[in-house]
């Protein structure tokens, strides 16, 4: 049987989830009656959200020209912050299905998935979807994506993941165009780990694409990385649900394996699985380890202690190896973790599955990002929390990350976004031409300035029509100072925050008004102060809870009213000195409203 290895790839909400769907059904992997939305989006979190979250493998079988083909694909996420999910799908695979929204044309991430598989060096097949819409130009954006991406317009096919339209053709053309894996199953067995889930009763199900050789249930296998050996007690194909296979599976085939694998250390992604008996000479290249983009800090809070978070965060790290994780400690918040992510959606995501999935609550500190420090003896570090600044008197320099962001927006925007680049110190680069109506702008900006509210504010003044997409270009120096908060006198370091000099006093008058919203009222006054080093550049007072303690005076001398009051501010100084405040969730993220 002919095997075909192929991912489908596209900007976030062009159609992706709904053609794998109608490929499931026009292979007749799933019937009319089984259909539903988003087959392939198996976790609630992505049925709520409308995205995908993880890629899904599924393999289905076609009959094109009297033979028959067997179909491995991936639905891929379409999020910038998903992009590593989308990079260890391309390694997989030989081909992608690149779709294009017959509506909005050729978007930001349209753009960076082409290019990811090309440099995988991927054939690449393009589907102009949605023709089915009344403001559809389907010929209008085969030319756009001719003209952007360099894919020959008259190749490109048209169809609607909706009504089913032109699926069978483009189902045909993947036989047909994309080249067949080139794998030998009498080689040494070679098979990448590309994903694992945790199973409570199977324990870890790993997810493989044979390279080369071949596997089967009773193989003793040896996984290279950890040099750790197991048997396998299952291997089976995603149909789209999970199922066993009796006979071997051969080299370009994907599927999944069971072996008992009960430590979640024992895997890693990107590892290489051979036959412990006959071992392959080398391991694959595997996949290039993730960057992460923006830090926080989770600590359990409610019911929920230290080690049951620990426990969700390691189980959810099998899922997804995009996000990084090692123990901190707070003296406002007591031991948690600081994680790493590759964007804001990211970490949001991982919070909701942290609390759904691993039952946890959990308090999160105000996202930053990483900084490097040029010490005063020539040593160079990198910080992601502001609390781990060293001495002022030991800085030489502190450099901030710096993104290339390309920003795909209608042309009667261009004159907004540039206002708003320059409010969060961006540096024009070059504008581009891209059709009648839309055109690119490439900035340079700090990562800290786009991480919160850039991409909300760029939907808002292009009407949802504008799409960013950025990629870490490196660090440079900036007039940078960390901001400390001081609650009632004593220092938070889960609300510092490195800023800008100029922007310093500006932004903690801004963040402290903020803060007074977030924070009740106690029964004692509170001071919110902000400091840069030991001089106050901001304060802000809540007051305390106002209790009539002259109520039940009637009439009488005036000194009987003071004695009362005099006693009342008494026990509030004392209460004040050994009261404790408490800090709402929603006053960490206020520090990164900039109030724009």
Do not use: W
């Not at 599955?353 to 990483?370: D, K, S, Y």
């Not at 570090?381 to 060293?390: F, G, V």
Request: glycine share 8%; net charge negative; proline share 4%.
């Amino acid at each position: 049987m002919k095997i075909r290895n192929f991912c489908i790839i596209a900007h976030i909400d062009h159609g992706k989830s709904t053609l794998a769907d109608r490929m499931l059904q026009g292979t007749g992997a799933v019937t009319a009656r089984e259909a539903r939305d988003q087959t392939l989006d198996s976790m609630e979190l992505e049925r709520e959200r409308g995205i995908t979250i993880k890629a899904s493998a599924v393999t289905v079988k076609h009959t094109c020209d009297g033979e028959e083909y067997m179909l491995n694909f991936i639905d891929t996420p379409g999020h910038v912050d998903f992009h590593y999910e989308v990079s260890r799908a391309l390694t997989a695979c030989e081909g992608a299905v690149l779709v294009v929204d017959a509506t909005q044309g050729v978007e930001a991430q349209t753009v960076a998935n082409a290019y990811m598989a090309v440099e995988s060096n991927l054939d690449i097949i393009t589907v102009i979807n949605k023709i089915d819409l009344p403001s559809a130009m389907p010929e209008d954006i085969a030319l756009e994506t001719e003209h952007v991406l360099g894919l020959p317009a008259d190749e490109a096919i048209f169809c609607s993941a909706k009504t089913g339209q032109g699926i069978d053709e483009l189902l045909d053309t993947i036989c047909r165009k994309l080249p067949p894996p080139k794998g030998d199953p009498k080689a040494k067995t070679q098979a990448l780990i590309f994903d694992a889930i945790y199973d409570d009763y199977r324990g870890v199900v790993v997810y493989f694409r044979l390279f080369q050789g071949h596997l089967a249930a009773g193989d003793k296998v040896l996984m290279m990385g950890t040099s750790r050996s197991f048997t396998i007690t299952e291997v089976g194909k995603f149909t789209p649900k999970m199922t066993a296979y009796k006979q071997p599976m051969y080299a370009g085939e994907v599927g999944y394996m069971v072996a008992n694998i009960k430590t979640l250390d024992d895997v890693n992604v990107g590892d290489t699985l051979t036959r412990e008996l006959d071992p392959a000479d080398e391991p694959l290249p595997g996949y290039k380890e993730p960057v992460p983009m923006v830090f926080c800090d989770f600590y359990p809070t409610g019911d929920t202690e230290f080690d049951g978070l620990r426990d969700a965060i390691s189980r959810l790290h099998i899922n997804d190896a995009s996000f990084t994780f090692q123990p901190t400690s707070s003296e406002a918040l007591g031991f948690g973790f600081r994680c790493g992510f590759l964007g804001m959606l990211h970490m949001d995501i991982v919070q909701e599955r942290l609390e759904r999935e691993g039952n946890v609550t959990i308090v999160q500190t105000a996202p930053t990002v990483t900084y490097e420090i040029l010490k005063a003896g020539g040593e160079v570090i990198q910080i992601t929390n502001p609390a781990d600044l060293p001495d002022p008197s030991q800085i030489k320099e502190i450099r901030e990350p710096i993104v290339q962001v390309e920003i795909i927006c209608p042309k009667d925007s261009i004159g907004d976004i540039m206002k708003l680049c320059g409010q969060r110190r961006g540096i024009y680069r070059r504008q581009q031409f891209l059709s009648e109506t839309r055109q690119i702008l490439d900035y340079d900006i700090p990562l800290a300035e786009i991480i919160y509210d850039f991409y909300d504010k760029l939907k808002s003044i292009t009407s949802g029509y504008g799409t960013m997409d950025y990629h870490l270009k490196g660090f440079s120096y900036e007039s940078l100072v960390k901001m400390d908060i001081l609650v009632n006198g004593t220092l938070v370091d889960a609300l510092s925050v490195i800023v800008h000099r100029e922007k310093a006093e500006q932004r903690g008058r801004l963040l402290l008004v903020k803060l007074k919203k977030q924070i009740d009222k106690h029964l004692f006054e509170i001071p919110l102060q902000a400091a840069i080093g030991g001089k106050i550049i901001a304060r802000e007072t809540i007051k305390s809870v106002g209790k009539n303690v002259t109520a039940k005076c009637y009439g009488g001398d005036v000194s009987r009213k003071r004695k009362l009051l005099e006693k009342q501010k008494k026990g509030k100084e004392r209460m004040k000195r050994v009261g404790t405040v408490d800090i709402p969730q929603t006053a960490f993220m206020a520090v990164l409203d900039t109030g724009e």
